[in-house]
């Protein structure tokens, strides 16, 4: 009886992708700010639905601290620009540049970058809202100078007062849902001047569809001009605006870590070849089998991409693998290798992953899935066919083996 004995080993390389420098700001001027919006894409085996990202910047703005839990429940993720200035303020009914006033602009596409510079998305802003905090620089003077009735064009979000240093927050909410440009007013009640203690916008984002992105890390940025009427300013915050920075860098990070695991059973790094129904037909009957095989099954859970590729102990010239007669001087045996892996497809060819051939000289394929597939059953199937076997037939009772590593690139 011939036992051939074939062992392999099952590898994951996971590559993590280093960290380049954001890319360079378009505007350089001195009169610039820099702030920073950060989202995370991380599946959950408890959530395989989910395929957005999450909003992972630092609160600031009118959202943080006491209107926090209203943000929240709203989905309104607001951010300080860090610009700074002052207002002269003029007594208007007519909800114009002179009241208190905020132009915003239009939704735009910014393109994201991988690390290593080789994928690119494109990533949606949208401003649905802006706030501005302003502060009655005379010690004595009132410190409301809008009037509380509703803003043309918006809706008003948050207002907060601060009695101490005479001071007002007010929140704008589009109605466009950011599409358009619009301006958002109120009376302003008195003349005065005021300081710009803080200015904010409310914005939201449509991220690419993670499941198509590699892991690691991607950037991208847009500049806003912000001035007063007439500046041609992306935010427009009325007449009599003096500011200390007039353009805003928004810098975009997006992560995506995707989930890779590899279960095997115990005794996978072993596969014993034999005919279909054992040896039985060959040592009672002289029926000579017509392959050797034998499955390996393991399961794959993985939300993105991935590339899979063979190494050989004993490589062949068509790229297959060989199994090696350790006993006795023969020659060597092609071992034939395909793997299966149900949902999966070829992201090249579209191909489904059904009993696709592994060869050391084929261009890695880059596997893929619509969906998170979590633990799906999956198999790669070992088989010595035809005259191989034949010739292994020659040679009763020696031994065949060769060591085969088949990689699993969660990071191709």
């Not at 959950?44 to 943000?71: A, I, M, Y």
């Not at 200035?85 to 970058?113: C, D, E, H, L």
Request: proline share 6%; net charge negative.
């Amino acid at each position: 009886m011939i036992r051939d004995l074939i062992s392999y080993g099952l590898q994951r390389w996971l590559r993590q992708g280093l960290c380049a420098l954001a890319l360079i700001a378009g505007a350089g001027s001195a009169h610039a700010t820099d702030i920073y919006i950060t989202a995370e894409f991380k599946p959950d085996v408890n959530d395989p639905d989910k395929r957005e990202f999450t909003n992972t910047t630092p609160w600031s703005g009118v959202c943080d601290s006491v209107h926090l839990q209203v943000c929240i429940n709203n989905n309104w993720w607001s951010i300080d620009t860090k610009v700074r200035g002052t207002k002269q303020g003029v007594y208007a009914t007519n909800w114009g540049p002179g009241g208190f006033y905020i132009g915003m602009p239009t939704s735009r596409k910014v393109t994201v970058v991988s690390d290593d510079g080789s994928s690119t998305f494109e990533l949606g802003v949208n401003i649905i809202g802006a706030a501005m905090r302003i502060t009655d620089v005379e010690a004595d003077g009132p410190k409301e100078p809008a009037s509380t009735g509703g803003p043309n064009n918006c809706s008003q979000g948050l207002t907060n007062q601060n009695a101490n240093n005479h001071s007002v927050m007010r929140m704008f909410l589009r109605r466009d849902g950011g599409e358009g440009t619009v301006s958002c007013a109120l009376h302003w009640l008195r003349d005065n001047n005021y300081r710009i203690q803080e200015f904010d916008f409310t914005y939201k984002l449509t991220t690419p569809a993670p499941l198509a992105m590699r892991s690691g890390v991607y950037r991208g940025m847009t500049s806003y001009r912000v001035g007063g009427t007439g500046e041609g300013a992306d935010f427009d915050l009325g007449d009599g605006v003096v500011l200390e920075d007039n353009i805003v860098n928004v810098h975009f990070e997006l992560t995506v870590d995707h989930a890779f695991q590899l279960d095997l059973p115990p005794g996978s790094d072993r596969a014993v070849l034999a005919p279909k129904g054992g040896w039985t037909q060959w040592s009672d009957h002289g029926v000579a089998p017509k392959y050797l095989e034998r499955d390996v099954p393991f399961s794959l859970s993985s939300s993105g991409q991935f590339e899979v590729s063979l190494q050989c102990q004993h490589p062949l010239a068509d790229g297959r693998c060989a199994i090696r007669n350790v006993t006795e001087p023969a020659e060597e045996v092609p071992l034939d290798i395909q793997l299966t892996l149900p949902g999966f497809r070829d992201s090249a060819t579209g191909v489904d992953v059904v009993g696709m051939p592994l060869t050391t000289n084929m261009v890695p394929p880059v596997l893929a899935a619509d969906v998170f597939i979590i633990r799906r059953p999956s198999k790669l199937n070992f088989a010595v066919n035809g005259e191989a076997v034949k010739s292994m037939l020659d040679h009763p009772g020696s031994h065949y083996r060769g060591d085969v590593t088949v990689i699993f690139d969660a990071s191709p």
